[in-house]
């Protein structure tokens, strides 16, 4: 009995990070494979469903490169509340998970906990990348530079095409080029 009153919260807490919005009930599955040495490098966020782990991060980017051990380093960098505000850093690691398509992937930033990572749609040249995860909760539209409003609006519309719900996305701030 003890042991249930001590998991339940443990349990109660672990659903909490779980849970959330869903802005797409039936996340589509990768639209096309992913050549990884081409994904690799930096990208910029455009938009993203805010979660509690971003929250205030403007001028967000990602970069990812191959690590010693076979997996992918991933750096994850924001500013905090402003596009000049203090740079908080998140590094984590990455694996294929479906090496047919090298589209779906898990990453983790802390401990034994691995969450999905799928790169949903992106550009044939790697310009930009949507990307989300089996629950529909998660979505990040990225861009290889800072982005137009051009793109913006594209990527959103594209979001919108694989069934996300748009009016959840928030546009993150990026310095000027």
């Known amino acids: 009995m003890r042991a249930a009153l001590i998991a339940l919260p443990l349990l109660l807490s672990l659903g909490a990070c779980v849970g959330g919005p869903v802005g797409n009930p039936r996340p589509p599955q990768p639209a096309k494979a992913v050549v990884l040495d081409r994904y690799l490098g930096k990208w910029y966020e455009v938009a993203r469903y805010d979660m509690r782990f971003q929250k205030g991060c403007e001028g967000v980017t990602a970069e990812y490169s191959k690590r010693p051990d076979g997996l992918i380093r991933v750096l994850n960098t924001c500013r905090d509340g402003a596009v000049d505000g203090p740079v908080r850093t998140a590094e984590g690691k990455a694996r294929v998970v479906d090496t047919a398509s090298n589209a779906k992937l898990k990453v983790s930033f ?31 539209l990225l861009t290889r530079q800072p982005p137009t409003d051009l793109e913006r609006e594209a990527l959103t519309a594209r979001a919108k095409a694989l069934g996300y719900d748009v009016t959840m996305l928030r546009p993150t701030k990026q310095p000027a080029p």
């Open 110 to 140: 802390f401990g034994p906990f691995w969450g999905d990572y799928w790169v949903m749609d992106h550009a044939e040249d790697y310009s930009w990348s949507i990307v989300g995860e089996g629950s529909g909760q998660y979505l990040w």
